[in-house]
């Protein structure tokens, strides 16, 4: 996906609560991600294939081989636009919406079944693209696959804890990001667009994330 030289359009007629106060952001060092990575793997014997559950642009756009992918779902956590985004599909002064795993009910995606011989550097590749920042974690969940077996998969979830997790967002928020945040990877609105018809075109769409998508145009 290419950058854009444009700057979003700033935002007219101004709506309370956007943009927010997020404070500075940090990137996580090289190390930082390094140690997150080894934590989360620490059972991983290196050579075993391993499952990923994607709900949002990694059912779109994986970035990586799989071996093996399903259609699934995880209980539990439901999908919603519940981070801010200052760099990939927002800036620091119109920060972008990204969707991500959330307390309670459940939610459909992709599970990729990863070869774990030669997994290790895009398990590394992985980690720069989802935990920049950490504001996810990083979570071993039971996973149902389509096809009736039961699997545990490695998801990021919301972590409540981070100034970049947005809690329940009024449409007329929503609205305000769709009309002007724009990042690297895009706009947020391209976001929210390329998962709904992904997830329309994988047989299971989400009535909800369209509805908002419809309220909010």
């Known amino acids: 996906m290419s950058d854009t030289s444009q700057p979003p359009a700033p935002l007219s007629p101004p709506c309370t609560g956007y943009p927010p106060m997020l404070g500075e952001a940090r990137l996580l060092s090289d190390a930082e991600l390094a140690r997150s990575l080894a934590e989360t793997m620490k059972h991983w014997n290196g050579k075993s294939d391993m499952w990923l559950f ?24 439901h999908r919603g ?14 920060p972008g919406l990204v969707l991500a795993l959330d307390r309670g009910g459940s939610c459909t995606g992709m599970a990729f079944r990863l070869a774990g011989d030669g997994a290790a550097p ?5 980690w720069r693209r989802e935990m920049p920042m ?3 974690r990083p979570a071993w969940l039971p996973c149902w696959l389509a096809d ?10 919301m972590r409540r804890d981070v100034p970049t997790y947005t809690g329940k967002l009024s449409d007329e928020i929503v609205k305000a990001v769709l009309n002007c945040a724009q990042g690297r990877y895009g706009t947020t609105l391209d976001y929210v667009r390329r998962t709904v018809g992904a997830l329309r075109e994988c047989g299971m769409p ?12």
């Open 54 to 77: 994607g709900y949002g642009s990694l059912i779109w756009n994986p970035g990586m081989p799989a071996a093996e992918t399903v259609r699934a779902r995880v209980r539990g956590y």
């Open 81 to 94: 636009l519940y981070l801010w985004s200052r760099v990939n599909r927002g800036t620091p002064e119109q």
């Open 122 to 126: 895009h398990l590394e590749a992985l």
């Open 134 to 136: 950490g504001s996810y």
């Open 148 to 157: 009736g077996r039961r699997v545990k998969a490695l998801a990021f979830v």
């Open 206 to 217: 989400d009535r909800a994330l369209e509805a908002l998508l419809e309220r909010c145009l």
